[in-house]
């Protein structure tokens, strides 16, 4: 979009000291959410306030002011930049990724429900995590807009460090979940539930623990006791916990009834001898073991029904979508509409190349609009605001174009713009 294309006249040019540090990114629309906090229900629906033909004013990387073009009254020797015909919208949030995982990406079983996909994925887990790989997933989370991504991490040796050395030199802001994997005593120290190969990390760069969080992986793969010892020390840190919630028919099958392939997958390599099925189904059990409430982040959610889904919506508990890999392992989708009345926190996330294509997770929207026809406004919060509410990041600034705030901002695909 050039100048000469607007009715718009140019903006008046002032001659002011400082005027080389000032830049001006002009997009034909600009929605920055200013002053917008987490959406739930009706609210995610409301008409978002877009600046046509707008200009995002930034100095220092940080925020000036954002109005439209012909209100700009701009220093001599501001560095302007056309971005062209396109919608700009605060930095994306990926909450749930496998960062680790990258170098797996295609080496999986795809399409053939969760267990065949798990058995495909296990044996890999030997191989080392490859920095590389991890710096590309980085590299190309920056090149889609994503700048705020919650990572699950604990799976590989090293795996910690180097994800959040490829976040850093990627310029991302990451959350780390150390996943608890398995029946083991969570309190190997006597004093928090850290996974062991995170507490290695943590014990050799204490810095690293301010973007770490104890988790777990699944009500079926983590023991009921550490579960809740993680959950209870993320809320004594004022840290966001996460787990996989209700993601593939085979998780309900074996906590229901206590047999199916999930089942004898696990049986005698990961569950403890006498391991027994509560006999609930995935969200009755982990309100059972205090695991719902604010701060907590559950991912998937593709088995719920509409009064499970008033349940989580009740307890303050956000829930991460990831579509898309739902879609490629072929455990079913989750049901959308029925989390978005029920007032739920709703965000999205793309997994990890393991069980994606990519990590753009825009892409996770597009598929929601298209596929289920999801309004464009609500997508929007999703990937932004809504985003920044799981991962506890919006009082850095995360998820909104404001004054004073980053001047991080992603392109919406034409899909999701209006």
Not at 357 to 367: I, M, N
Not at 381 to 409: I, Q, S, W, Y
């Amino acid at each position: 979009m050039n100048p000469e294309e607007t009715d718009s006249p140019a903006p008046e040019l002032v001659d002011l000291d400082a005027a080389d540090s000032l830049l001006a990114i002009r997009a034909k629309s600009i929605l920055t959410l200013a002053g917008e906090g987490p959406a739930r229900a009706a609210r995610l629906f409301a008409p978002l306030k877009k600046i046509d033909n707008g200009v995002l004013l930034v100095r220092g990387g940080m925020v000036e002011d954002v109005l439209p073009w012909s209100q700009a009254r701009l220093p001599a020797g501001t560095l302007v930049r056309d971005v062209g015909a396109v919608c700009l919208a605060p930095a994306c949030v990926n909450a749930h990724t496998h960062l680790e995982l990258s170098h797996l990406a295609e080496k999986t079983r795809w399409g053939r429900g969760f267990t065949a996909w798990l058995q495909s994925l296990v044996p890999l887990l030997g191989m080392a995590p490859q920095a590389e790989a991890m710096e590309n997933a980085c590299a190309s989370l920056a090149l889609y807009g994503t700048l705020y991504v919650g990572n699950i991490t604990g799976s590989l040796p090293g795996g910690t460090v180097l994800a959040d050395s490829a976040c850093s030199e990627a310029g991302l802001t990451a959350s780390h979940f150390c996943e608890w994997f398995g029946f083991g005593a969570p309190f190997a120290d006597s004093e928090r539930p850290w996974p062991p190969r995170c507490r290695q990390a943590l014990a050799d760069d204490p810095f690293l623990m301010a973007r770490c969080a104890p988790g777990g992986h699944a009500l079926y793969s983590t023991g009921p006791e550490v579960l809740t010892a993680a959950r209870q020390d993320c809320q004594r840190m004022g840290r966001v916990f996460s787990f996989h919630l209700a993601e593939s028919p085979e998780e309900t099958q074996m906590l229901t009834t206590g047999d199916g392939p999930l089942r004898a997958f696990y049986d005698k390599v990961v569950l403890p001898q006498g391991w027994a099925a509560p006999g609930l189904r995935p969200l009755a059990y982990a309100v059972k073991l205090g695991l719902l409430g604010p701060g907590t982040l559950a991912v998937h959610g593709v088995q719920l029904d509409a009064q499970e889904g008033e349940v989580l919506a009740a307890s303050g508990a956000a829930l991460c979508l990831c579509p898309r890999s739902n879609r490629n392992l072929g455990v079913g989708v989750a049901p959308v509409r029925e989390m978005m009345e029920s007032g739920a926190l709703l965000c999205l996330g793309t997994d990890g190349l393991t069980s994606n294509r990519d990590l753009d997770v825009r892409k996770e929207a597009v598929w929601l609009r298209e596929t289920m026809d999801v309004p464009p406004e609500a997508l929007v919060r999703m990937l932004t605001v809504n985003g920044a509410a799981a991962l506890n990041v919006l009082g850095c600034g995360a998820g909104r174009l404001e004054k004073g705030g980053p001047a991080d901002f992603c392109v919406l695909p034409e899909t999701l713009t209006y």
